[in-house]
């Protein structure tokens, strides 16, 4: 833990990257003019000012004029506010203008500033070293922008949860919400990660940033890696930890960034054993002119500590003393208990007393720091140093640090939960809870899982009942269709063999008389009875089906031209024998229409087979008739009687004097 810790301030350089960069947010315009002295004009002013007392007054000035908790500029006013302070590092007087923001963000249902506000009282928490709370409202706030679909922001969020739980010494946890972060950039990478295809996830990563800030989203990507690397550091997965900072350097854009994780890859390879890979990585940044003075003092304390580490011969005492008085004159808390700690480990087999003395320092300073992972390592290597008299006092000190670890580290893991636990309560008691919530636990998952197959099992029934009903109507609609087409060819036969058969026999005895009137009608009568005949006839829907369709159509379209396309690329076995009959019948009826009232002298027929659906389209040249007539005549009713039992549809384009047009859809 204390190696992940000596780290924590490139950790905080990328928090405070992060939460300056997120700005107030500007209010967008409905036009150029601004009136003057109005919550948006002085709005406006803060946005244009740098200086946060500047900002403070123009926010303050915008508060006053607000018209009221649903005007819209109010939660902008007081996120500035909120901005300014944080500016001013004044964070009391953030955290009470945050709280307002977050009750006006809720009266007005505004999602984004409520998240904004929430996002806002994640860095008071920080900043307050609370990262238990810091978690929980980067959390919501968070939940807020997936629901809005931000997840540009959603990744940013994650960033601060991971911070928040590498705090609280939740590595895996950790890890877990860093890695989201990188996921939220882009759903593609999602997909890849959990395919394992790290390659396309990289590439998909790398196309995410073509959408966003360039350099702000290269440093948050690597900020991200980096801390992810950390966390496989700590838990001893070294070369992991070595991809994920290689992973940071190909995002990072600055220079010092690029140290710091050639850093991180040098102590990962050391604690590897590869002494000679480490010690000219470190070399070579320890000459660079680029790191603060911050980081050179660390990079020389570890190469000093690289050297003995390999060699414990070797005599490393004056970039020790060098990295030790640069952080002394920076007063670097943090960087003075690693360089006394490496002091003490340096001269324990040397010189006794001075190991003891730098144990000391390194404890004294990291209890300065409140850093309590520093604190109880120093502990642990001190006390064996010290005299019997002061050993009880540090025990018991080393025994409460360690507790109150465990319990942090608890704490995070299970997602800081509200339940804790009397640490005075008793193992066992423990023991019997934990038991009693696992039960529970599993009680509800088999309760769950009976109710799933309740459901289920109601489902298949209503589903096979559905298709049985569906079944049984279909098997009804094509046994009525079969019906109809019998009687139609029966009458069809009858018809033609005895009506029309005795209307040509009488018409041959008026012939035989020379009454060639009554001749003349009983002509005119044989002819429709002889249409009548055909139009019911018997249809042959087997493999002739598309010659004897053709045919009927040509037949029925009279002295009009028939022009048809598309007809002989219709797989025609595919079409059930029920709606063959329809389309035939269809078609037939609409140019028997055509031929007795439109006066058409061109028809048009076109078939289109796309996937299962077969589209006809109608059309000829005839003088028209009134829309509103498709919906009563007899032949159009029986058109749409027909379609209804196959499940398919027709539509009418027609106005007089401008043709006729049907389109049929039907499902083969």
């Not at 010494?169 to 890849?192: H, I, R």
């Not at 309740?454 to 009903?469: D, E, N, P, R, W």
Request: proline content about 1%; glycine content about 4%.
């Amino acid at each position: 833990m204390n190696i992940l810790k000596s780290y924590c301030g490139t950790l905080i350089l990328f928090f405070f990257i992060l939460g300056s960069c997120e700005k107030e947010e500007a209010v967008p315009q409905q036009n150029n003019e601004v009136e003057p002295h109005s919550a948006l004009d002085y709005y406006n002013k803060g946005l244009d000012t740098r200086d946060p007392d500047e900002k403070l007054h123009f926010y303050n000035e915008g508060l006053k004029v607000v018209k009221g908790i649903e005007d819209t500029m109010l939660v902008s006013l007081l996120e500035g506010k909120a901005y300014a302070f944080f500016k001013k590092r004044n964070i009391d007087s953030a955290s009470k203008v945050i709280d307002s923001l977050l009750i006006a963000a809720e009266i007005q249902k505004d999602t984004f500033f409520l998240s904004k506000g929430l996002y806002r009282k994640s860095l008071v928490f920080r900043y307050l070293n609370q990262p238990d709370l810091s978690f929980e409202y980067a959390f919501k706030a968070r939940r807020l922008n997936l629901r809005a679909g931000d997840t540009a922001l959603a990744a940013r969020r994650s960033f601060d949860m991971a911070n928040a739980q590498i705090e609280m010494g939740d590595y895996t946890g950790s890890q877990v919400s860093a890695t989201e972060a990188l996921k939220y950039l882009n759903p593609k990478f999602n997909a890849q990660i959990e395919m394992g295809d790290n390659t396309g996830s990289q590439v998909s990563a790398t196309e995410a940033l073509k959408y966003l800030n360039p350099e702000f989203d290269s440093i948050f990507m690597s900020a991200t890696y980096n801390l992810i690397g950390l966390a496989y550091l700590d838990q001893g997965f070294y070369q992991e930890a070595i991809k994920e900072y290689n992973n940071a350097l190909e995002y990072a854009v600055r220079t010092k960034d690029s140290l710091t994780f050639r850093h991180n890859i040098a102590i990962a390879l050391k604690n590897q054993g590869k002494y000679d890979e480490a010690i000219e990585i470190l070399e070579e940044i320890v000459k660079s002119d680029y790191p603060d003075s911050i980081s050179k003092s660390r990079y020389i304390d570890n190469l000093a500590f690289a050297y003995w580490t390999k060699d414990p011969s070797a005599q490393i005492d004056s970039l020790l003393f060098e990295a030790l008085e640069m952080r002394k004159q920076l007063n670097d808390l943090e960087g003075l208990h690693s360089s006394y700690d490496h002091l003490a480990d340096y001269f324990q087999e040397k010189d006794e007393k001075r190991a003891l003395d730098y144990a000391r320092k390194s404890y004294e300073t990291a209890a300065a720091a409140t850093a309590y992972s520093a604190e109880l390592k120093a502990l642990k290597k001190l006390i064996p140093l010290v005299d019997e008299n002061e050993k009880s006092a540090y025990i018991e000190r080393y025994v409460y640090l360690d507790d109150s670890l465990d319990k942090a580290s608890s704490k995070a893991k299970y997602h800081f939960a509200k339940v804790r636990y009397d640490e005075e309560q008793k193992e066992e008691e423990i023991f019997h809870l934990e038991v009693k919530n696992f039960n529970q636990a599993l009680e509800a998952e088999r309760l769950q899982s009976r109710n799933i197959i309740y459901l289920l099992s109601i489902l298949v029934v209503l589903l096979v009942a559905g298709l049985l009903l569906y079944s049984t109507i279909q098997r009804n609609k094509r046994k009525r269709l079969k019906e109809i087409y019998l009687t139609e060819s029966r009458m069809s036969k009858r018809i033609h063999d005895e009506l029309a058969n005795e209307v040509y026999n009488l018409m041959s005895k008026f012939e035989a008389k020379g009454d060639a009137e009554t001749v003349h009608t009983l002509d005119l009568i044989y002819r429709k009875t002889r249409d009548i005949s055909r139009e019911i006839s018997q249809i042959d829907t087997g493999e002739n089906f598309d010659k004897a369709l053709i045919s009927n159509l040509s037949s029925n379209a009279g002295e009009a031209k028939l022009i048809l396309r598309g007809e002989n690329a219709v797989d025609w076995g595919k079409v059930s024998e029920e709606k063959k009959i329809v389309i035939y019948r269809v078609l037939q009826e609409l140019l028997v229409n055509m031929k007795k009232h439109s006066d058409a002298s061109f028809v048009a027929i076109a078939f289109n087979l796309t996937g299962n659906h077969l589209y006809i389209n109608y059309s000829d040249n005839g003088k028209g008739m009134v829309q509103e007539e498709t919906r009563y005549g007899n032949g159009f009713m029986n058109i749409q009687y027909r379609l209804n039992k196959v499940n398919g549809e027709i539509s009418y384009d027609t106005e007089p004097g401008k043709g006729f047009k049907a389109s049929i859809d039907m499902r083969i």
